[in-house]
Structure formats: C-alpha cells, structure tokens
C-alpha cells in the first residue's frame, strides 16, 4: 500500500525515550512495511504493507525537536528505505533546528544496494546505518546488530567513539508493558527472542 501524500508517513509505533537502540536516550519510529519477512524478526506486526498509523512529517519532526531529553534518533521498521523520501523530509526539518542529534538507521537492504538519488539524499542525513536482512541462525547476541551478517557502517564520525557498543556490547532491551500491552524496544538476547 502507498500513502499518496508526500507528508505523511506510515508508522507501526514510536518511543519517545529509550537506551536501548543505541547511544544514549533516542526517540525511536519504527515504520510500517517490510517485504524481507525476515525469519525470527523482532518487529512481525510491523512487517504487513498496510496502513498503519499515519502522522503528519512536519508534526512528528516538532514533536522530535521539541523532545530536548533525546541525544538522538533511531528509525527502524519495518523497512525505513520503503518510505526513504518521507522520512528525508523529516530529518531535514529536525536537523534544521537540531543539528546535534545523531541518526541510526535499520534497513535490510544492503548498503550497496541503496543507489538511487532518494536514498543517497537520505543517507547523507545519517550516521550510522546498520544493513543487511537478519538471519535468525547468525544472531550472536553482540551488539545493536541482529545478526553477524549484519554491518555497522559509520557514514559520520558522530558516532565512532561508540564502535564496540555496536558491534560487541552486551545487548540491551526494555520491555513495556501496560494496559494489555506489550512492547519489547532494542535488540534482545537470543535466549529472550526465543520466548516471544
């Protein structure tokens, strides 16, 4: 499914404050639609092409630069390059007025492979881009990667400081729940993933 206006993008959920998806306290959007279907994803219900939630790009980016507790932004999914143009938009109204917030990006698609003119546009916004499909029977339980196949790819040095946190820290994950609802935010150890 396709969201015709350029404004709007179709989101699975968001966290206005987490540490589990990366340095420091992040607001994190995990968009809706994935065609990977990737065996043992973290994120299921985020896979269908469907209409979600719709936000307005220009709300949801206020909502961001208005959040002075977050360091930065991870977007996830769902598959982010999916809705690449839409969220391009979206960082470029926060970046304007809050140039110091670094960006993780998720994707399953590899680096090499995002070469057409919205994805560079898009990455050019990015610090850190994590790439490659999960594979379930890859999971190491090391660092913000799912899978070892996985690459941290450091498109800025924003981020470099942190190296080991992506690549071998101990993982980190939070689980909320509330009101009949449960939601697991970051990267779980693969004895948790398998309980779920």
């Known amino acids: 499914m396709k969201i015709e206006n350029d404004n709007i993008l179709n989101i699975f959920d968001l966290c206005e404050g987490t540490k ?3 340095p420091g306290l ?6 809706q639609g994935c065609t990977f279907k990737c065996k043992g994803c973290i994120s299921p219900y985020g896979q269908a092409i469907k209409e979600n939630i719709l936000v307005d790009v220009n709300v949801l980016a206020q909502s961001i630069i208005k959040n002075k507790s977050i360091e930065g932004i991870t977007i996830s999914g ?8 839409k969220l391009h938009k979206l960082l470029k109204v926060i970046k304007e007025q809050r140039p110091e917030l670094n960006i993780i990006v998720f994707t399953g698609f590899d680096l090499e492979d995002l ?17 490659g499909i999960y ?3 890859l999971n ?8 070892s196949n996985q690459r941290v790819h450091f498109l800025t040095n924003k981020l ?28 779980p150890n693969k004895s948790i993933t398998n309980l779920i």
């Open 78 to 85: 769902g598959e982010p390059f999916l809705q690449v143009s």
């Open 135 to 137: 594979i379930e029977e």
């Open 115 to 131: 070469d057409w003119d919205e994805a560079k546009d898009f990455l050019q916004l990015v610090d850190v881009l994590i790439d």
């Open 160 to 187: 470099i400081l942190n190296k080991d946190v992506f690549e071998n820290s101990n993982r980190n994950a939070e689980v909320i729940v509330a009101n009949n609802y449960k939601k697991i935010i970051g990267i």
């Open 140 to 147: 190491d339980n090391k660092g913000l990667r799912g899978s």
């Open 20 to 22: 589990a998806l990366g």
């Open 26 to 31: 992040r607001f994190v959007i995990w968009v």
